[in-house]
């Protein structure tokens, strides 16, 4: 009776562990849900759409991170923007009021796709560059690096591409390419930095700017902010 007893108590012990657990998830996803619910109704009072946006989240950008962007857009204005990673993001800023944006997408149906909708909304001033991904040093699939030669002068470079995954060295080589064509004012925005990959790479871009500070934006997949200090 007594082995029986422990047994017993062990195993409540463990659902109520596990129990716990998962109350604790779906809270924490609650209030995700919430926030990211938050940002998108504050996205649309700040832009006037002028036709429907596609789902976010997932691939496509969080609402966190569009508010983010919509904001550093109307804030400081930038001259060119150069984007990796088309969709979504490249809708909002060119709404928000970016002057001229250069997007790169990997996929030539993803590219096409983002042209589409900005005809949709009627925002001008968008390139969207399809570069096909092939392997560059540690990374197993970047931009071709002949794509940006003709680019200089970049004041928002947004780091949401390509999509990595399980390669954390897929967007790495976004330092070496472009941190030579970024104005002394620019700002990077760099997604997905909860993945240690994203994190390095924006932790790399501070120490070849000192003259910039990071900060860490506590976002559905976190947001790194790069900006002068």
Do not use: C
Not at 110 to 133: M, P, Q, Y
Not at 171 to 179: C, G, H, S
Not at 184 to 203: F, M, N, P, T, Y
């Amino acid at each position: 009776m007594r082995a029986l007893h422990t047994k017993v108590g062990r195993q409540t012990d463990r659902i109520a562990v596990a129990v716990q657990k998962v109350t604790e998830q779906t809270r924490n996803s609650s209030i995700n849900d919430y926030r990211q619910l938050e940002a998108y109704v504050q996205l649309h009072s700040l832009i006037k759409f002028s036709a429907p946006l596609p789902a976010t989240r997932g691939w496509a950008g969080s609402p966190d991170l569009l508010l983010t962007l919509a904001h550093v857009v109307k804030t400081f204005k930038p001259k060119l923007v150069v984007e990796l990673g088309s969709g979504v993001s490249t809708v909002v800023m060119a709404k928000a009021g970016a002057r001229k944006i250069i997007s790169f997408d990997g996929s030539s149906e993803f590219a096409e796709i983002t042209r589409n909708l900005l005809k949709d909304h009627g925002a001008r001033g968008v390139e969207v560059r399809f570069s096909k991904l092939s392997p560059y040093k540690k990374s197993s699939g970047w931009y071709d690096p002949n794509s940006f030669k003709d680019i200089k002068g970049i004041d928002l470079l947004v780091i949401d591409g390509p999509q990595g995954g399980d390669d954390p060295e897929a967007r790495y080589p976004a330092l070496e390419v472009l941190v030579g064509k970024l104005s002394s004012k620019s700002i990077i925005v760099l997604d997905d930095v909860k993945r240690a990959g994203e994190r390095k790479l924006a932790e790399d871009f501070l120490k070849a700017l000192p003259k910039h500070r990071l900060e860490i934006l506590d976002h559905e997949k976190g947001t790194a902010v790069i900006r002068p200090k």
